[in-house]
């Protein structure tokens, strides 16, 4: 593990600005409260082998461990193939209805690599691709969104993920992105008593807040408070991060055109392997992915439901 990002981390931690467990807990009723949907979204930095060594296999053999006891968990950068399935037949048993992965390979071009899987039944999906709306190298993968219709105990939520063009210079392409995203929505024709959540890698830094703010109007969506680490991208404190900038790029959102909850969080989590972990002819690492995932939990009530009617003024 690089020195001085561990050295970081270590102080940052006894000051209590990092901490390895959730401050915003799923309860013990969660699991069987069709109310309350507890979302994950992880950018999980596998790309493809044939290309990179980022410690993949090794990864994904740690991960299924940290990322337990959710309903919902929507992936992004499972681009490689091998790892991807084993990654996903190792959690099968928690979550053992899994969408198709977004896009495909097409000779050198990669797949989407955003896939939801979930603890209840998936009982529709579908998706849209970004196709020629993109920018440089992000142009090698299938990018889009992935849609999901969950039931969880008759209770019904529609789910989007996505990973936006990367890149600082690149809004004018993410903003054509987000209007896909906001169209494939609406051609849904969900109903506005039903809950809508958008999660992913957006690439669209919190702390622009020109650009967040535009991203949000586009979408027409909010994000809920945030907790927990400040960014979801820290080179200071992440040893799979090259360099040292800090950003916000990972989010949850809900719909605003759709049953609004009436609790919700986001909370970036610090997930990191037990013990420290080696790449081939790097230094030790522990952290799993260069992103730092979002939880979200959301609670739809009842009196929301009156309110969607008109019932109570």
């Known amino acids: 593990m690089n020195f001085k990002k561990s050295l970081l981390g270590l102080i940052l931690l006894g000051f209590g600005l990092l901490t390895p467990t959730h401050l915003v807990k799923a309860t013990t009723t969660d699991s069987v409260q069709p109310q309350t949907l507890n979302v994950l979204s992880y950018n999980i930095y596998m790309r493809p082998k044939f290309l990179f060594w980022d410690g993949q296999d090794v990864r994904s ?7 337990q006891g959710y309903d919902v968990i929507i992936f992004q950068e499972a681009f490689d193939n091998s790892v991807r399935n084993n990654l996903l037949n190792s959690l099968k ?7 198709k992965i977004l896009g495909s390979d097409r000779g050198i071009k990669q797949d989407g690599g955003v896939i939801i899987v979930s603890k209840w039944p998936i009982e ?3 998706q849209r691709l970004f196709g020629n709306v993109c920018a440089a190298e992000d142009c090698l993968a299938d990018k889009g969104v992935l849609y999901a219709q969950i039931n969880k105990q008759e ?5 989007f993920g ?10 004018t392409t993410r903003e054509q992105q987000f209007r896909i995203i906001k169209s494939f929505i609406d051609s849904k024709q969900i109903p506005a008593e039903q809950p809508v959540i958008i999660g992913g890698d957006f690439n669209v830094n919190q702390f622009d807040r020109s650009a967040y703010e535009s991203m949000k109007t586009i979408l027409d969506v909010t994000q809920p408070p945030s907790t927990g ?3 979801t991208s820290d080179g200071q404190i992440n040893d799979l991060k ?4 800090q950003s916000y790029l990972d989010y949850i959102f809900y719909s605003n055109n759709h049953l609004r909850p009436v609790k919700a969080v986001n909370e970036v989590l610090l997930i990191r392997a037990d013990k420290e972990w080696k790449k081939t002819g790097e230094t030790n690492q522990q952290d799993l992915s260069d992103h730092y995932p979002v939880y979200g939990r959301f609670e739809f009530g009842v ?3 009156w309110l969607k009617y008109g019932i109570i003024s």
């Open 242 to 245: 090259k360099g040292n900038n």
């Open 124 to 126: 529709a999906e579908d």
């Open 155 to 159: 209770q019904l939520y529609h789910l």
């Open 61 to 67: 053999r740690l991960l299924p461990n940290k990322i």
């Open 162 to 171: 996505t990973h936006a063009q990367a890149g600082r210079n690149r809004r």
């Open 229 to 231: 680490l400040q960014y």
């Open 93 to 99: 048993s928690e979550y053992p209805y899994q969408s």
């Open 303 to 305: 009196c929301n439901c």
